[in-house]
């Protein structure tokens, strides 16, 4: 059975500088991978997936993830913070063989420092 | 536009008085889903639906009810709302392409906060 666990509930950069979030996945199968975003008071939107083509993923707003089989890791980056990044950051596995089609992390919020 | 709406967006209720929370969605997605958002724990899946009139409980289904009669409704029913039920709400949607692992994105509707007085 699938399982993500997003290594850090909280995150701190200043503005401008890089931004990494940290996923790693249990998965007995090729699984799909994604990354989605909550800004405050919102709902979540895609940022990027993976679906077994090319293991870099790049995605909107200038962020990217890769896709790490050896690792079991899909880590979320992006080289320079913007102010409007500040949001909750959820990372999503599926697999065949789940109980549910679909498994949340539990979130990273990140918070982007002037 | 394609989008999923949610009804209503704001809710206070008391404990026992049965309430809906309504999903559509109208891009024709076979695959629909309730999550709950708590401080803390994340998104934790409720119920889903593979398709019309499949249902299937999530990680968290104890006190809650769906059907899915039409392909674009997945409404969301509390019989007797506890406090413990007090959380965020999110209805998605989804195109399957029939394959058990899902590879297309999910849309949320905007969310329902619902407090049980």
């Known amino acids: 059975a699938q399982s993500v666990t997003q290594l850090d509930s909280h995150v701190s950069v200043s503005e401008g500088t890089p931004v990494l979030l940290r996923c790693n996945y249990s998965s007995s199968y090729s699984p799909s991978l994604f990354w989605y975003v909550q800004h405050p008071n919102k709902g979540l939107q895609l940022l990027l997936k993976y679906t077994s083509a090319a293991t870099l993923v790049k995605g909107i707003n200038g962020f990217e993830a890769e896709f790490k089989k050896s690792e079991t890791s899909f880590h979320l980056t992006k080289p320079s913070a913007h102010m409007s990044d500040a949001a909750e950051y959820f990372c999503v596995v599926s697999e065949a063989s789940g109980n549910t089609p679909l498994v949340f992390g539990k979130g990273t919020r990140l918070s982007v420092i002037a | ?117």
């Open chain 2, 1 to 117: 536009e394609a989008q999923v709406t949610q009804n209503p967006r704001y809710l206070i209720t008391v404990t026992g008085k049965k309430l809906t929370v309504t999903c559509s969605q109208n891009m024709n997605h076979e695959y629909m889903s309730w999550y709950r958002q708590d401080p803390g724990l994340g998104l934790r899946q409720i119920y889903y639906s593979m398709n019309v009139e499949v249902t299937d409980k999530g990680d968290v289904p104890e006190g809650y009810k769906v059907s899915r009669k039409e392909k674009r409704n997945f409404p969301l029913i509390l019989e007797s709302p506890s406090p413990n039920q007090t959380s965020l709400y999110f209805c998605a949607s989804s195109s399957t392409s029939g394959s058990l692992i899902f590879t297309d994105t999910q849309y949320f509707g905007p969310g329902t906060r619902l407090t049980v007085l």
